[in-house]
């Protein structure tokens, strides 16, 4: 039963950490898959576990390319706000 005004009491500082803190987390993400991808393969013989990890990294890579997106876009949507606000 949360009401909305919990929601707006966020000042834009608290947003702004929270857009550097999401930032950072993703590329901390992309540089962990970048890690894996490395060292999927060292030392796996078998073709098949290969093409495994590597389909599981395509797709845990996909997921966080669409998290960016959705991320990018509720920014931009915030950044549109904030100067609409300030024209005004």
């Known amino acids: 039963s949360h009401n ?3 929601y707006v009491r ?3 500082t608290e947003r ?6 999401a930032q950072i987390f993703m590329r901390t993400c ?14 796996v ?17 996909d997921y966080l390319k669409r998290v960016c997106k959705l ?4 920014r931009a949507i915030r950044v549109k706000r904030v100067i609409d606000k300030k024209r005004l």
């Open 45 to 61: 013989q078998s073709t098949q576990v290969k093409e495994h990890r590597t389909a599981v990294l395509d797709f845990v890579e």
């Open 71 to 74: 991320y990018s876009e509720q």
């Open 30 to 43: 992309a540089d962990a898959i970048h890690q894996l991808r490395t060292e999927a393969h060292k030392g």
């Open 16 to 21: 702004d950490q929270i857009d550097q803190d």
């Open 4 to 6: 909305m005004s919990e």
């Open 10 to 12: 966020m000042t834009d």
